[in-house]
């Protein structure tokens, strides 16, 4: 089992940056793909980036793709979220989330096909 704490999220105006952390527990936090989603009010929850078990491919939803950066750092147990030049549409409550198979190849840009997730961080970009 996973729990999963993300953090980092704020108020910034159009064009800064922020980086979202997401703190997991448990041993076998390396053998899960992991992934980002948002949910902006009155809007279903999407996609944003996500990465393999083996941390070797990542891939983006093409809002951000160019933007945001997804990387992991297995020895801290950590997965990162990278935003740079933030629009106002990006403005959501982001969650990290890990797959519900360990060490799957397959890219899945699907909320059901996750299993674990954090609370959420609140980022809210300024015009």
């Known amino acids: 089992q996973v729990q999963l704490v993300e953090s980092g999220g704020g108020l910034v105006q159009s064009g800064d940056s922020l980086r979202l952390s997401c703190a997991a527990s448990g041993r076998t936090f390396s053998s899960y793909p992991m992934a980002w989603f948002r949910q902006a009010p009155g809007k279903e929850r999407e996609f944003v980036a996500g990465?393999?078990?083996?941390?070797?491919?990542?891939y983006y939803a093409g809002s951000v793709k160019g933007r945001f950066t997804i990387s992991r750092d297995n020895a801290r147990n950590t997965v990162y979220l990278q935003m740079n030049s933030l629009k106002p549409e990006d403005t959501a409550v982001y969650y990290c989330?890990?797959?519900?198979?360990?060490?799957?190849?397959?890219?899945?840009?699907?909320?059901?096909?996750?299993?674990?997730w954090g609370q959420g961080t609140q980022v809210t970009v300024s015009s």
């Open positions: 990465m393999r078990w083996s941390g070797d491919s990542t």
């Open positions: 989330a890990a797959d519900r198979q360990r060490y799957s190849g397959t890219y899945r840009v699907s909320a059901a096909d996750y299993e674990y």
